[in-house]
């Protein structure tokens, strides 16, 4: 984690959020907007409906550098449990880096180059707070023939809503057929740029990773066309809560697993059966007997939110914790995500808050609390 | 005609006889961002001089309401309930939180009057 005592950075960016009025506040180490003027419910209502731009530029980005796909894959595979070796040109995929125990010590995306003359390159994407700990332990782990170069002279920023991808055609045309969960490199008016089709809001959009010298040109840009405003972190927050999307260090830790996380879904096949990675012992036996605990979805009655630490109780004890909790301006109501015994995980499961040492009921609900709109091209 | 004095904690009270209107100062709805909810006392509520006596909660986070002096709780803003957003349009006005009768008038005292409180949010930066 970063060390709370250093000074905060800043990203690339950080004069074009000032220029906006953006309320600075300490993040994962970064002085970052966590909203604009006009505040988080707009930002929010203003994402799910035409296109809101996020500084993401925190984040940490590097290379996987080896001599061909398939050894740079296993490397990988080492520390995360998804299938990276057929992942195909151009697909990006969702892991965690775990611990020995099967613990979540970050969650990362993953990319493979579309170009064959990159092959044996995958890029990495990883949190801020857990960057400098990522890549030294990815750096540990690896073979001699595979290197990891970071990107920190990279900028990232993410288009998200559901006219994200009108407006980054005029300046990108060849983003507008990319399927969800698909990268390419290409060029931002003449700057290039790499490409994919992704986010954390549950909407269509993109995360461009760009030069740090480029990034603020990019910006001003995308900010001059009228389907853009630039949205903080209060909304990004609320937006990907309304998507059932994990936020590492509360709704994942180290002390939690992939499959307690209701993650299991990005443990592809041939990784449950060969295991092979940190933690498999834990992470096979629970996806072959259930966890005792996972995370669910929770929606409270009412209006009042229930937010990080609210004690969960059902049959008169407690059953587990909220991670996450707030109120999810497109729902218009709470919601929130949180840990509870397996035998509470159904959903319709009828539960008790505990807010502010008084009982607020609850449902277990399926996530994501509003449809996902990701971008699927039309077959043929 | 009535007297308004604020609170450290950006809580006002807007006095006429012994009954004490109470809410949050305009600088605090803009801090808060937007309101999505307002956690109100049941009436008859006795509460002490700078006791928990609500919570608002905005999108971002919980944020608690301390009694600027001690009462019991005579009224709670129903109006709230369904429209938490009055807190930001109009925090001194439509947007307040309960009505207290006051304990003892003295307590008032400690209170900044608008004026002091104005030179308190100059020196937040």
């Known amino acids: 984690m970063s060390d709370p005592a250093a000074p905060a950075k800043r990203t690339p960016l950080y004069e074009s959020h000032v220029a906006a009025g953006g309320r600075m506040v300490p993040f994962a180490g970064y002085e970052m907007p966590v909203q604009y003027p006009t505040g988080i419910l707009t930002e929010h209502n203003w994402t799910r409906e035409n296109a809101g731009l996020f500084d993401v530029s925190h984040m940490g980005q590097a290379f996987l550098l080896g001599p061909d796909h398939d050894t740079t894959a296993r490397a990988l595979e080492t520390l995360c449990p998804a299938d990276f070796v057929n992942l195909g040109l151009g697909k990006q995929r969702y892991s965690q880096l775990l611990a020995s125990d099967g613990g979540i010590l970050d969650d990362i995306m993953v990319t493979r180059s579309v170009d064959p003359a990159e092959d044996g390159a995958l890029m990495l994407v990883v949190n801020a707070a857990c960057k400098d700990a990522d890549f030294a332990l990815i750096e ?121 996380g209701a993650l299991a879904w990005s443990i592809q096949k041939r990784r449950r059966e060969e295991g092979g990675f940190p933690g498999a012992d834990r992470i096979q036996r629970e996806l072959r007997d259930g966890p005792s605990r996972l995370r669910v979805g929770i929606l409270p009655e009412g209006r009042q939110p229930a937010r990080e630490g609210a004690e969960i109780h059902a049959d008169g004890r407690k059953v587990g914790v909220v991670t996450s909790g707030g109120f999810g301006p497109t729902r218009n109501g709470p919601c929130a995500m949180g840990y509870v015994e397996a035998a509470f995980a159904r959903p319709g499961t009828a539960l008790t808050l505990i807010v502010r040492d008084k009982p607020l009921p609850a449902v277990v609900a399926p996530m994501p609390f509003v449809p996902k709109r990701f971008f699927q091209p039309k077959a043929g | 005609m009535s007297t308004i004095r604020y609170t450290k904690d950006h809580e006002y009270i807007r006095v006429e006889g012994d009954i004490g209107t109470v809410g949050i100062s305009d600088y605090a709805q803009a801090q808060l961002g937007d309101v999505v909810f307002v956690d109100l006392p049941a009436p008859g509520k006795e509460v002490a001089q700078g006791a928990e006596t609500a919570v608002v909660e905005s999108v971002k986070a919980a944020s608690e309401i301390y009694a600027p002096v001690a009462g019991s709780v005579v009224e709670v803003n129903a109006r709230l309930a369904d429209n938490p957003a009055t807190v930001n349009e109009a925090p001194l006005g439509d947007g307040w939180f309960l009505k207290l009768r006051i304990a003892d008038t003295a307590q008032l005292d400690a209170l900044m009057t608008e004026e002091q409180y104005q030179d308190y949010l100059k020196t937040l930066g």
């Open chain 1, 140 to 260: 540990q782990r690896l073979p001699a023939n595979v290197k990891l170069l970071r990107a920190g002279h990279r900028a990232l920023v993410a288009l998200q809503g559901p006219r994200a991808a009108e407006v980054l055609a005029k300046h990108c045309p060849d983003s507008a057929d990319m399927a969800f969960m698909s990268a390419r490199s290409t060029r931002f008016d003449n700057f290039d740029c790499h490409v994919s089709r992704s986010g954390y809001t549950g909407e269509d959009g993109y995360e461009i990773s760009i030069n740090a010298k480029y990034v603020a040109t990019v910006w001003d840009t995308l900010c001059a066309d009228p389907l853009v405003k630039p949205i903080g972190l209060g909304a990004r927050d609320s937006l990907r809560l309304e998507a059932g999307l994990c936020l590492y260090g509360h709704d994942i830790d180290a002390t939690t697993s992939p499959v307690e």
